[in-house]
DNA sequence: CGTTGCCTTGAGGTGCGTCAAGTAATGTGG
DNA sequence: CCACATTACTTGACGCACCTCAAGGCAACG
């Protein structure tokens, strides 16, 4: 039996389903497979007929420049469909990678369509899904166009910590986040010696430590107010209606 | 009749819509109304139940920072669906501004529903182009995270020539671009000071002039070149299959 | 004809990048 | 068990892209 669990509490956590819907999202995997770490999954530009259902580990969606430069559009957790959107878009516009070993389940766009047609509730559901990346997006773009390297690294910190907390994977504000400082960079825009400077400076304010491939979060009423953590744009309150 | 040309233009960039899909595009909206310059049409978190077509103008999605800084996340010409993620958001994480005079035509969400039940297809065609917007994001996240002010605004207007030339509002790559550069830095980041800056610089490069509310590009190719630009994420080949 | 909004330019400051060197932890093979 | 890589982290010195502050120009407008 394929673990959705995590997969179906984070969809729960804003819409609630029906023995029939659950039993319809259980049926969507065709393969599970576990990759290693650092290893792309998909390669921007390849045209896909099927979608990928993060079980366990943390992935990324990393946008490769022309100068060699690299950039982490986005951070996936358990539970999270990574790829949903290509569902729509045939072919990505970025690579996915795993940063840690991942386990993955695969989800042919047959079955997904299928599905759809089946229950249109949860065609809506899942498109709210995909609507989320991109207020995640928005969120993150102004982050970097106006915040300093601080301020974003302090709220990256926030949204990681609540997203993990729903799948049940954090302690007292602890939690596995298996980058390196030079990937934090490239989720932030920062060089990784501006990264180390200021997990430094987070450290000596007893905000939060950044060790190990974990965060400890030391005080996150202090962490919050630095980042001006609102997490409106994760949108994890019920539906409205 | 309300004129949907421009969108259904845009939609048949990628999809060809048949008799039948098209009645049914026409018939969604319920009420067009012109709204001035500068203008908020949509606040950041109110509940809505109808998503905005523009028919004409330019608009964009503003978000107010607790500094007093501001953030433009995406620009919007005729024939976008500008809050189509209202569909499943239920409220948005940002306002709606007018530009410049827009004309807008609202369809109610429990239209797009019966429309979307009476024609799957449309569902995954309007789908698509609400992941064009997180394609849209995460290009903009990663050209500001990455590059520099001078790369940003000539990718800038060399995405904008591309989105008008579709909807038929260039030629010989010149286009109204009615924003101030105050505005054009709060799109990518950079103060009114230094987007002055640069566009003295692709003005004495004779790449590109941006005066009075619109752009002339001089030497198309220099200024794509300068941008490393590559329209791959705006999506704008027929959809594979 | 003063006000207002937008553009322009200069002078000086700063957050972050670049370059460089060194440490620590882990792994590899002889 | 010890040389030697390799990878990640750390810190210092210095430079640059961009910001801040400030002043002035110009056109539109009541």
């Not at 969606?61 to 878009?89: C, W």
């Not at 773009?141 to 609540?162: D, H, K, N, P, Y």
């Not at 986040?177 to 304010?205: A, I, S, W």
Request: hydrophobic residues 40%; glycine residues 4%.
């Amino acid at each position: 039996m394929i673990d959705l669990a995590r997969h179906l509490t984070r969809v729960s956590q804003r819409h609630v389903l029906n023995a029939d819907e659950i039993a319809a999202i259980r049926d969507l995997p065709d393969e599970v497979r576990i990759f290693p770490p650092r290893s792309t999954v998909i390669r921007e530009g390849e045209v896909i007929d099927r979608s990928t259902l993060l079980l366990s580990g943390f992935m990324c969606r990393a946008k490769q420049l022309p100068n060699g430069k690299r950039h982490m559009a986005e951070l996936h957790v358990s539970g999270d469909f990574i790829d949903l959107h290509s569902y729509t878009l045939k072919r990505l516009d970025h690579d996915i990678e795993t940063l840690n070993s991942c386990q993955l389940a695969f989800v042919p766009h047959h079955r997904l369509q299928a599905m759809f047609e089946a229950f249109p509730r949860l065609a809506r559901i899942y498109w709210f899904h995909t609507s989320l990346d991109a207020a995640n997006h928005r969120h993150w773009v102004t982050s970097i166009a106006q915040a300093q390297a601080l301020e974003r690294i302090a709220t990256l910190f926030c949204e990681m910590a609540l997203r993990l907390e729903i799948v049940g994977l954090t302690r007292e504000g602890s939690f596995d986040f298996p980058l390196t400082q030079t990937d934090l960079g490239d989720c932030l825009g920062l060089t990784p010696v501006h990264v180390n400077r200021v997990l430094k400076t987070l450290r000596e304010r007893e905000l939060a430590v950044f060790r190990n491939g974990r965060v400890d979060i030391l005080d996150q009423a202090g962490l919050r107010d630095l980042a001006q953590f609102d997490p409106a744009y994760l949108y994890l309150e019920p539906e409205p209606l």
